[in-house]
């Protein structure tokens, strides 16, 4: 394998920045969910694109650090951040999957509150992406991971609510099965993103 001396700054901050992208293209997907007459098969096959992309981003990255002799910053951080990036994504296709699979969409409407934590990770979709570019100069980042706490935390209270919808009775119990599945992948790619936040913050604590 050969190895850079020079640090190929601009290579790791443009592959950060193209993983958190996909992430605002996996919410937006998600969020077609929600339309009448929606062609779920072909939304949970592009948010599988979608997700392809980001693996192929990941593995770009970790040859990247395998190949870079002097990284920007930590190879460690580098790698972590990789990896939760990653995993958000993971996560998202895997609600489109689920409710195309388990049939659910096909239900008269989606549940109110899942439909609100889809749009809470649009959010933090949104600025995760905004927040990459300025890794680089490690400025003007605290508001963004502020910012990604109080919706995490708005994340939770919707989970919670949607639980309690869940157990009320008003599905049967295979579709309460079913959905719970779901609501635990939103739950999950929610927390995931607080994880990139708080990576990043590690990280420019590190920096500074």
């Known amino acids: 394998m ?23 293209r996996g919410t937006a997907l998600l969020n077609e969910l929600a339309l009448p007459g929606v062609d779920v098969q072909s939304v949970s096959e592009r948010l599988k694109e979608v997700e392809h992309d980001s693996d192929l981003i990941t593995h770009e990255l970790f040859k990247k650090i395998n190949s870079t002799f002097i990284t920007p910053f930590d190879r460690e951080d580098i790698s972590r951040l990789g990896s939760l990036l990653d995993d958000v994504m993971d996560h998202l296709e895997a609600v489109g999957n689920l409710l195309y699979l388990y049939g659910l969409t096909q239900l008269p409407a989606l549940p109110r509150e899942m439909l609100e934590m889809v749009s809470v990770l649009e959010q933090q979709a949104k600025l995760t992406a905004e927040a990459m570019p300025r890794l680089k100069s490690m400025k003007d980042l605290e508001d963004y991971w502020i910012e990604l706490n109080r919706l995490e935390n708005e994340g939770d209270q919707i989970f919670r609510m949607l639980l309690v919808r869940l157990f009320s009775g008003e599905y049967d119990a295979l579709t309460v099965l079913k959905m719970k599945e779901v609501a635990d992948e939103l739950e999950a790619a929610c927390d995931a993103f607080e994880h990139v936040a708080n990576t990043i913050e590690t990280i420019a604590v590190k920096e500074s």
Not at 11 to 16: G, P, R, V
């Open 2 to 24: 050969k190895f850079s001396l020079r640090p190929s700054e601009g290579a790791f901050y443009e592959l950060f920045t193209r993983s958190a992208q996909n992430l605002v």
